[in-house]
């Protein structure tokens, strides 16, 4: 069968573009320093949230040597912690995320970062990053969540170890004079 100059070229060059957004989703989904989000973070009654160990009074709690757990709850149209008080975490630390929302589907997601997940009632989404300096991060809600949606946003600031830790104890003994 004889098969024309053109259209074998035209062959070739599909081919070239199947493979190349085959490639590119590959990357997407399994690339250097991309995780995608599952379900291993569990779920939460949201109707009880206030009650939950963790979701129930939000923030950071220190896991391990450098290792810190974050909970937050997004809801409209504000991110706890995040909008009234920023949340604060140590640079060079590990810290895993657990994010559930306690209305309606929200995102959260750290401006000019790869960390973004989408908030879901009943369900926590798990993801660890680690920030290497010192500084702010915004966040940003990226799913339309209700009239407030253009003002839900919040800060992360990023503070040097030893600074973290006295801001920590604080919160502690504050936790404590409290129960
Ligand atoms: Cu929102």
């Not at 989000?37 to 109707?47: F, K, N």
């Not at 950071?60 to 757990?69: A, K, L, Q, V, W």
């Not at 937050?72 to 559930?100: D, I, K, M």
């Not at 660890?128 to 949606?149: D, K, M, P, R, W």
Request: charged share 20%.
């Amino acid at each position: 069968m004889e098969i024309h100059a053109y259209e074998k070229l035209w062959l070739a060059l599909a081919l070239v573009l199947i493979v190349g957004f085959i490639g590119t989703i590959t990357y997407g989904a399994a690339g250097a320093g991309i995780e995608m989000i599952d379900d291993e973070g569990g779920t939460v009654d949201p109707a009880t949230l206030d009650q939950h160990p963790k979701f129930g009074d939000p923030g950071i709690e220190r896991t391990g040597e450098n290792s810190y757990d974050v909970y937050v709850v997004a809801r409209q149209f504000v991110f706890e912690p995040g909008t009234t008080e920023p949340l604060r975490v140590p640079a060079g630390s590990t810290v895993t995320f657990h994010v559930t929302a306690a209305d309606v589907i929200h995102g959260f997601e750290v401006v000019g970062t790869n960390a973004n997940t989408m908030a879901i009632p009943g369900q926590v989404s798990e993801f660890t990053v680690q920030f290497e300096e010192a500084g702010e991060y915004g966040i940003l809600c990226n799913e339309y969540c209700g009239s407030g949606h253009h003002v839900m946003e919040g800060k992360i600031v990023v503070m040097e170890q030893g600074e973290f830790d006295s801001w920590y104890e604080q919160q502690q003994a504050q936790g404590e004079a409290e129960n």
